[in-house]
């Protein structure tokens, strides 16, 4: 099995709260590649060079879960890794958890049966700009613990437990192929390209960190932007001044507003007297 790996996940080194952020991330990282190699040496010992398995494929991917996408003649399949573990029920796109002290399942905040699908949905989308004619993806959700224990009803997603894969891909490779292999190929090839760290950094424009401790350099203002005063004239430090147009507009709105006040004082003053 032909195995691409994906590098635009890969986070740059920051500065700031940006690499404060990767650290936190770091056990979530690591636990994710854990079980990602878990599935990929079982699918190594069953599948030939026909198949190719794209890894790192959504670089938003932010949760404990890892995402796979197997390209095989006979379908294309959406693999969602989960380390969890526990009683679980699937009824429809519904993922509930059982609580151990009322015996009772609740809604699950985090659904893996809808981030799932949502996945899905935005694979088929990707693919459907390289090649129309494919079949429809199917999504799956692996559990990797042997502590996963899920309760199933007409899942939106096929659930998968540690135990079941060898049957799931030998009932994979028994189906009739639908994909040729020069279609296969490209939808590789053109995945490949299209993650690699050349057209991630070509195809998103770098953008400033907020949180970076270093100077931003500030763009100097066009001359058409500023306001002619008698200050940029005269002589001394008010001529080495360089305001925007919208600080000369609120100098000069204040020096109305101080010479309006003056008047009216004056005129009080006149009344009075």
Not at 73 to 93: C, H, T
Not at 154 to 160: K, V
Request: glycine share 4%; hydrophobic share 45%.
């Amino acid at each position: 099995m032909r195995i691409i790996e994906c590098k635009y996940k890969e986070r740059a080194e920051g500065v700031g709260f940006g690499r404060a952020l990767d650290n936190i991330n770091l056990s979530f990282g690591r636990q994710s590649q854990s079980v990602e190699e878990f599935l990929l040496q079982a699918l190594q010992k069953r599948l030939d060079h026909r198949f190719v398995c794209l890894r790192n494929y959504f670089p938003n991917d932010t949760s404990q879960s890892s995402t796979l996408v197997l390209l095989s003649p006979q379908a294309i399949v959406l693999f969602q890794v989960s380390p969890l573990k526990g009683i679980f029920r699937a009824v429809g796109d519904v993922w509930e958890e059982l609580d151990t002290r009322s015996k009772k399942y609740y809604p699950v905040k985090a659904n893996i049966i809808l981030e799932t699908l949502g996945t899905s949905k935005e694979l088929g989308m990707r693919l459907a700009r390289i090649e129309t004619d494919l079949p429809k993806i199917e999504p799956v959700i692996y559990f990797v613990n042997p502590g996963a224990h899920i309760e199933v009803e007409r899942p939106a997603a096929r659930i998968l437990l540690v135990d079941a894969l060898d049957r799931f891909l030998s009932n994979l490779l028994h189906m009739p192929a639908v994909i040729d292999p020069e279609v296969l190929e490209k939808l590789a090839n053109s995945m490949q390209e299209s993650c690699s760290p050349q057209s991630s950094k070509a195809s998103k424009p770098s953008e400033p960190d907020i949180f970076s401790l270093r100077d931003v350099e500030e763009k100097k203002p066009s001359k058409k932007m500023l306001i002619s005063t008698p200050f940029q004239q005269g002589p001394g430090i008010l001529k080495k001044l360089r305001f925007s147009r919208g600080q000369w507009i609120l100098l000069s709105i204040l020096f109305i507003v101080t010479i309006l006040v003056l008047v009216a004082l004056v005129l009080v003053v006149l009344i009075l007297t």
